[in-house]
Structures are given as structure tokens and as C-alpha cells.
């Protein structure tokens, strides 16, 4: 028991050869160097201000970071995301729309918000991928509104003498008629989507391409010439744009190749305005095509092709000759004007046969329609009494020319073949009537 009282007292009260634990030996200070009094400072510092929330710096509240709720992954206290006057107002901040930049900005003294599509515009590349394939469309029905509605429909902005480009582009590999359709279009165009200024700069980028375009159409300066022209006759860009773009080619010293096409193609456009009646005659500047042509006109044309036909049999002539007529609704004199042929003219049954091999050839290229081949024939059944007049043989031939169509396999409706007319015989009564002919 008496050893263990002077054991505690020996921690109790250390002795003076002892240390205790965590005191600071002041004589140890003396036998270190300057570098280790300095380091030892610095954590004893450190240690204490650890943490310690006031500000370290010159300036500052000393107060708590985010109003005493900071830490890590923390967004602060509650509240502290709104402005003093959004709290002072007396309104929730939660409902408060009162900030036209916020989302949820709604003031009742301003209209209801409205909607509006908005179609972003296309490039270069993709207006000519876009207008190639209706520009062709076009060539085929020629309906200028319906080009209209399909152009109102995309964002050309900027790009608007595109139109005019790729239009006539397209129409010089075309014939007359596909070149008065693309004038055409122009003129409709005109005031509601192209402007002036935009078919100009379309000309302008065609007469920079005259190189490219005479490659394939050799004649390209002569027809580029013929739509300027026109286009001044249909009131789309004024007369000064010749002259303007003339005087500026002829004021230089050397011209290259390209821009001496482009001074022929604007010095042929300036002689078919200048001249004598010239804004009049620009209206048929592509000539007289399809079913603007007179009738008598087509008909020479149609007996002219008839008649080749019967002396070469050459059915892929005749096709072609016909199509180049470019009337596909008239062709039903055509059908009429080959079995009359085959009824006045012909002297052998060869001929019968071969008119008839035409008309199926015709037909199953579809050249010739179903509706069209039934109204020729129908026309000329029609009017075969009056050709019996000419032709006493008439019946009889029409009969054989009937029968060809039938060896050939020409496809004609029920209603065709059951008109087909046909003569009753004249039949005397009876040796003893005095030659009475039985009514």
C-alpha cells in the first residue's frame, strides 16, 4: 500500500528530472535553429485559428459562409436565393412573375402569347436540290400556281434568284414549248415571290456561265438572249438592265471569252426590243407551239406524216413525229384522218393492214389514249354517210380496215365495235312487182 501512494505522487508531482507530457521544454528552443522556431510557430497559429470564422482578409462582415448553413454540397440557408426587395415586397418569391426574364413571366396588360412557325432557310445546295425536281414537274403540267404553292411553303430567303437559274437551266436541253413555259412562269412569278432585282441577279449569274451552258446547248447565247428579251416584254425587269450591262462589257479594253458571249447574248436582246414592233412579236418569240398552232396547220401536218408513214413503214418516225406535235388532246384527228386515208386512198389491202398496225403501235405506247383512239373512230362512223357520197366503196372498205384492227389486236371499247355501221342490202320483192325495191 505504501508503494503505491509513492507511485502516485511520482506522477502527481513529477520530479526535476522529468517532463510532462505535452509541455514545451524552453531550454529546447535555445538549442534549435531559426528554420525549425519559425515552423513550429506557424503550426501553433494554424492550430489555433483553425477554426475560427471570422474573415482573413482585409474586408469583410465576419460573418458564417451562406449564413451559417455552408458546408460542402450545400446550397445555403433557406431563403437566401432571394433579393431583399422580392422578401420586403409581401409576395411569395415562389408565385412572383413580376420579372419579365423569368419563364414564368405573365402579365395580364400584355396579348396572349402567340406561336409562329418558323422554317429555317436552305442553302445553295439544297435550293437546287429542291427546285430541280419541281421545275421538271412543271414541264410536264405547266400548272403555274401549283409551282406557287410548293415555293410558299420553304424559307428561300436570300436565294430567290435561284428560281429563275435552275428554271432556265433546265429549259435550254427542252424544246420551244417547255421554253414558253419557264417565260410563263417567270411572268406569274413575278410580284408575288421573285422581284426584280432577284430575276437580274439570275441573268446576271447565267451570263457568267455561258461556257458551261454552250457546252451542252450550243445555241445557249441565242436562247439566254430570247429570255432576256422576253422578260423585258413581260414588264419583269426594265429595258435600262440591256443597256446598263452592255455599256459596262463594251467600256473595257480586252475582254475574255466569257464576257465576249455574254456582249452578244445582251446586243441580240437589245436588237429584239429596238426593233420594229418588237415588244409585240416577244410574245411568240418561242414560235407557235402545241395547241396554239391552227388547226388547219395540224391537220397538213398530221396527212404530211400519214403519208411518209404509208411509204417507209417506219413506225418509230412516226411516233416521234407526232409527239413533236405536242398535242396530245387533238390526236383524235389524227386517228380520224388515218382511216379516212385508209378509206379514200389506199388501193390495197397492205395499206389497210399497215394503218392499222400504226394505231396499235401508237397505242400501246400510250402515245395515243383509249379516250382519243374511241372519239376518232366515233367521229368518222358519224360521218361516214356523208363520205359514201365520194366513196361508194366506203362501207365495204371500212368493214376490211375493221377487220385489220381486229388481226392486229387493237384494243377499241365495247361501244366502238358495236357502232360500227354498217349498209343494208337493197332486195327486190319479187320477179312479178315491175322491180319494186323493197323499202
Known amino acids: 500500500m505504501v508503494e503505491q501512494v509513492k507511485i502516485a505522487r511520482q506522477h502527481q508531482f513529477p520530479g526535476p528530472g522529468t517532463r510532462r507530457p505535452n509541455s514545451v521544454d524552453i531550454d529546447s528552443f535555445y538549442e534549435d535553429d531559426t528554420t525549425d522556431l519559425m515552423t513550429k510557430f506557424t503550426n501553433d497559429v494554424r492550430r489555433v485559428n483553425k477554426n475560427c470564422h471570422k474573415p482573413r482578409g482585409r474586408y469583410g462582415r465576419g460573418l458564417a459562409k451562406k449564413n451559417g448553413a455552408g458546408g460542402h454540397y450545400t446550397w445555403g440557408a433557406a431563403g437566401s436565393e432571394f433579393t431583399q426587395d422580392q422578401l420586403g415586397s409581401g409576395i411569395d418569391p415562389l408565385i412572383d412573375n413580376s420579372d419579365p426574364l423569368d419563364p414564368n413571366y405573365d402579365s395580364e396588360s400584355e396579348e396572349n402569347c402567340k406561336f409562329e412557325t418558323i422554317t429555317p432557310s436552305l442553302d445553295d445546295d439544297e435550293v437546287d436540290k429542291f427546285l430541280t425536281p419541281v421545275m421538271q414537274e412543271y414541264f410536264e403540267h405547266g400548272v403555274t400556281n401549283e409551282v406557287l ?19 432556265i437551266s433546265l429549259a435550254f436541253d427542252r424544246k420551244s414549248s ?44 441565242t436562247v439566254l438572249g430570247n429570255f432576256i428579251a422576253r422578260a423585258i416584254a ?10 446598263n450591262a452592255k455599256e459596262i462589257l463594251e467600256a473595257k479594253d480586252h475582254l475574255n471569252p466569257a464576257e465576249t458571249r ?35 396547220y395540224l391537220i397538213k401536218q398530221m396527212r404530211m ?10 413506225v418509230d418516225e412516226a411516233g416521234r413525229c407526232l409527239r413533236e406535235l405536242e398535242v396530245p388532246h387533238f390526236l383524235h384527228e389524227f386517228v380520224y384522218e388515218a382511216i379516212l386515208m385508209g378509206i ?63 388481226a392486229v389486236k387493237l384494243f377499241l371499247p365495247h361501244d366502238v365495235i358495236n357502232s360500227v355501221p354498217s349498209r343494208g342490202r337493197k332486195r327486190f320483192i319479187s320477179e312479178g312487182d315491175g322491180g319494186r325495191i323493197k323499202e
Open 149 to 167: 404553292s410548293t415555293l410558299e411553303e420553304v424559307n428561300m430567303t436570300g436565294n430567290y434568284y435561284r428560281i429563275p437559274v435552275v428554271l
Open 178 to 221: 417547255h421554253r414558253e413555259l419557264a417565260s410563263i412562269l417567270i411572268s406569274d412569278l413575278f410580284g408575288k415571290i421573285l422581284k426584280s432585282e432577284d430575276i437580274q441577279r439570275g441573268f446576271d449569274m447565267l451570263l457568267n456561265q455561258l461556257d458551261d451552258l454552250e457546252l451542252d446547248t450550243p445555241d445557249a447565247s
Open 234 to 243: 413581260d414588264d419583269c425587269i426594265p429595258p435600262k438592265y440591256v443597256t
Open 262 to 296: 455574254a456582249l452578244a447574248t445582251l446586243t441580240y436582246a437589245n436588237s429584239l426590243i429596238n426593233a420594229k414592233r418588237g415588244l409585240i412579236r416577244l410574245d411568240t418569240v418561242w414560235g407557235l407551239t402545241g395547241g396554239a398552232r391552227p388547226v388547219k
Open 305 to 314: 406524216l400519214l403519208k411518209e408513214y404509208l411509204s417507209s413503214l417506219d
Open 344 to 406: 379514200e386512198d389506199t388501193k390495197k389491202p397492205e395499206e389497210l393492214t399497215a394503218i392499222a398496225k400504226l394505231l396499235k403501235a401508237l397505242s400501246d405506247i400510250n402515245l395515243i389514249s383509249v379516250d382519243q383512239m374511241k372519239k376518232g373512230f366515233i367521229r368518222l362512223f358519224n360521218e361516214i354517210p356523208e363520205i359514201h357520197i365520194d366513196v361508194p366503196h366506203a362501207y365495204a372498205t371500212l368493214e376490211k380496215f375493221m377487220q385489220s384492227c381486229f
